[in-house]
């Protein structure tokens, strides 16, 4: 049964029965993962589980792409650990606020399409990283906290119930969907292991174990912290990061709804919704978050195209905060363990391994990078911005080696010298190269009709060009410049001196 209705000036035909089903499966799986980052972080699973109600609920509404899920998502949380350490949790709400403020800010100045300087090689060495931070926390649940407040490693039976468990968990998941995609694999292994625990009475780590769950409404909260230009010094670089990771998952996430949908979302009313999650999950109590890839997949499997179901995944979400924390406390930690190994093995990018062989050095190094980055320093923001640097400068080195000169006489004297590659502040010493000022002709010409002059570097290199054959009573002219590149040297002819031929029969670009 189709309808057509109106959600907050949004018209779009919905298909209840998909809506309902896929709100449904896309709560059971954001629930561990929401629990599971959360324990990870050291917070309370309930900080976890407000997370997902509230920026599922505010993005869903509000959201630049229907169909999208964002909720309590790890990598935003991972670059806050160390935070949460030092400072404790109040500090965590309040750079959840700020970095809320900062993603609206990209949003309203119309800063999301930026997302798109991001070269894959960076995308696969921050998934992987990501993917390596996620399965490595997983390992420290293998550890216990003893009475006097040590850490050991668990052993012998706890040991093997916990590995035993787990794999069945990892099992169920891998195998389950190859029977059927009906359930969430995730949802069914950890019933399925959570009745095996109780039914056979299995003494095993669960939830409770780690954090107790109230199960009450969240309720309005200003960070108890020093509002202070030092407090500001140390949640602000926290807040940016924050901010970064979650529009750069966000808006890749909405790239690739697009893509499979054949629809256009838009990235800058995506970055304000996420903003706004964000901003509530710091005034009520949630470790904020950012879109989540698998569970926006589920959610257009499950046949989802519309803003209802992320609605009805978060009011879920809330029903199982109030009604259902004694089942949640209950939950087997092995079972959390187990699907996060999963989640961390279908985050790893293994693509980028096979073509490995097939990709330019440059890329390889920076992927690997950009991975070391993020898993030594958990610091995903400025893994990529190291990577998107890196990249960018390969770029300018590729691009320099490419400026070449083609040189001949005509039959009046002047010495021709035709460009090819861009002039810009990585070719400019090569570009100068090429030029023989003491042996040229009187009259020589510099001809751009296969280059073109990009920056203030290029301007500085042709005046100072110019300036060696003047030394020598020689003059310079340039010929078949671009509008762009008339336009460019227009402004800037108080700082320099060059003498532009006049071509009116040659245009690469056109007057506008």
Known sequence: MKNTISLFDFSKK???????????????????????????????????????????LVTAVLGGRPGMVSGGAGATIVVLIALIQSHGIEYLFATVTLAGILQMMVGIFKLGKFVRLIPQPVMYGFLN???????????????????????????????????????????????????????????????????????????????????????????????????????????????????????????????????????????????????????????????GGCAMVAQTLVNLNAGSRARLSGIIASLLILIIILCGAPVIEKIPMAALVGVMMMVAISTFQW??????????????????????????????????????????????????????????????????????????????????????????PDQVVVDFKESRIVDMSAIDALDKLSKRYKLYHKTLHLRHLSEDCRKILKNAEAVVEIDIQEDPTYKVMPEK
Not at 24 to 46: K, Q, Y
Not at 129 to 155: C, P, R
Request: glycine fraction near 8%; charged fraction near 10%; charge should be neutral.
């Open 129 to 287: 990283g990501l993917a390596i931070i996620i399965f490595m926390a997983q390992v420290e649940q293998f550890k216990i906290t003893d009475s006097s407040g040590v850490v050991n490693w668990l052993q012998g039976m706890p040991l093997y119930i916990m590995a035993g468990l787990t794999a069945l968990t990892i099992a169920i998941v891998y195998f389950f969907p190859k029977i059927t995609k009906v359930v969430p694999a995730s949802l069914v292994a950890i019933i399925i292991v959570f009745v095996v625990v109780l039914g056979f009475n299995i003494p095993t780590k669960t939830v409770v174990d780690i954090a107790h769950i109230s199960g009450n409404l969240p309720s309005f909260h200003i960070p108890q912290i020093p509002f202070s230009l030092e407090t500001l010094q140390i949640i602000f670089p926290y807040a940016l990061i924050m901010a970064g990771v979650g529009l750069i998952e966000s808006l890749l996430t909405l790239s690739m709804v697009d893509e499979i949908t054949n629809t256009k979302g838009s990235a800058n009313k995506e970055s304000v919704a996420q903003g706004l999650a964000n901003i509530t999950n710091g005034f009520f109590g949630g470790m």
């Open 351 to 440: 693509v980028s391994i096979r073509i490995v062989n097939k990709m330019p050095k440059s890329d390889i190094f920076v992927g690997v990078t950009v991975a070391l980055i993020t898993v030594v320093l958990h610091n995903l923001a400025l893994a990529v911005l190291i990577g998107v640097i890196i990249s960018a400068l390969v770029f300018a080195w590729d691009n320099a080696k490419r400026i070449r000169a083609r040189k001949h006489v005509d039959e009046n004297g002047v010495k021709c010298y035709e460009i090819y590659g861009p002039l810009f502040f990585g070719s400019v010493t090569a570009f100068t190269d090429k030029f023989d000022p003491m042996n040229d």
């Open 14 to 56: 919905i298909n209840y029965k998909n809506e309902l089903l896929a709100g449904f499966t896309v709560a059971m799986t954001m629930i561990p993962e929401s629990l599971s980052f959360a324990i990870l972080a050291g917070l309370s699973p309930l900080t976890g589980l407000y997370a997902a109600f509230m920026m599922g």
